[in-house]
């Protein structure tokens, strides 16, 4: 049965990127966002992890700041850590597309450097 895993969101940054590095040398950005709801004004937002990786990591890292807008496309992942009675889990997006928004003028885009991730770059 084919199956079908894309996830396109538009949203704020809630603090700064955090940037690391694999013992590889491997560049992944972790970043939130908040989305919200357009159909309801009092609702609360959502707020959503991003994974990037290597050079779109590294461009996350150096030009994204709390509250920058962006456009993600990507795959949604549920990543768990812990154990037994102590594991938890949260849903995430794995970035294939990020797009930086100009906050004055939310329509026009300018673009990420865009690395395409095969899932054997991964490190998880």
């Known amino acids: 049965m084919p199956t079908f895993n894309r996830i396109i969101l538009m949203g704020n940054l809630t603090r700064d990127p955090e940037m690391r590095y694999t013992t590889a040398g491997l560049a992944i950005c ?3 966002i908040a989305v919200n709801d357009p159909r309801k004004q009092d609702a609360e937002p959502l707020f959503i992890r ?3 990786f290597n050079k779109q990591a590294e461009s996350c890292g150096r030009y994204l700041k709390k509250g920058n807008p962006v456009f993600v496309e ?3 992942q549920i990543s ?3 154990e ?3 594991k938890k889990s949260r849903p995430e997006v794995i970035a294939q ?3 930086f928004l100009r906050s004055s003028q939310p329509l026009e885009l300018e673009t990420a450097i865009v690395d395409e ?3 054997g770059e991964i490190p998880f």
């Open 74 to 76: 990507g795959r949604l």
């Open 80 to 82: 768990s850590w812990g």
């Open 117 to 119: 991730i095969k899932d």
């Open 50 to 52: 991003i994974a990037s």
């Open 84 to 86: 037994g009675e102590a």
């Open 97 to 99: 597309m990020i797009q």
């Open 30 to 32: 972790n970043f939130d």
